[in-house]
């Protein structure tokens, strides 16, 4: 499983970014893929994710309304539309793949504790 991040950058507040993973070497029909992110002195967040066995993609509350998880399946691309950005976003998104039906890691405190990770791309959001 490989999987290249790539789209982070700095932002004003109230901006929009857009995170992009490069996946290969798995089958999205087996994983669950999202977005974890870590800022300095917070715990690590699961922040969205999205499978084939779920009915609609996971969400944080601290993002619900203002990030949007899509999955191309013919580029094996998964994008993280970011909008209306908060300086408390500020943080390095990792995309992850982890090898199970649903998103259930995602939700847990913490996020996800296994699977297979990107390197990370840094958020920044400016006020």
């Known amino acids: 499983v490989q999987l290249v991040e790539s789209g982070g950058g700095l932002v004003p507040a109230g901006g929009s970014l857009r995170l992009s993973c490069a996946a290969s070497g798995f089958s999205f029909d087996d994983y669950a893929i999202g977005w974890v992110r870590q800022a300095p002195g917070k715990e690590r967040e699961g922040v969205s994710c999205?499978?084939?066995?779920?009915?609609?993609?996971y969400y944080a509350d601290s993002v619900k309304g203002r990030f949007a998880i899509s999955f191309d399946d013919a580029k094996n691309m998964v994008y993280l539309q970011m909008s209306s950005l908060e300086p408390e976003d500020t943080a390095v998104y990792y995309c992850?793949?982890?090898?199970?039906?649903?998103?259930?890691?995602?939700?847990?405190?913490?996020?996800?504790?296994?699977?297979?990770w990107g390197q990370g791309t840094q958020v920044t959001v400016s006020s």
């Open positions: 992850a793949a982890i090898p199970v039906p649903l998103c259930l890691p995602f939700r847990a405190p913490g996020g996800p504790s296994s699977g297979s």
């Open positions: 999205i499978s084939s066995n779920d009915g609609s993609p």
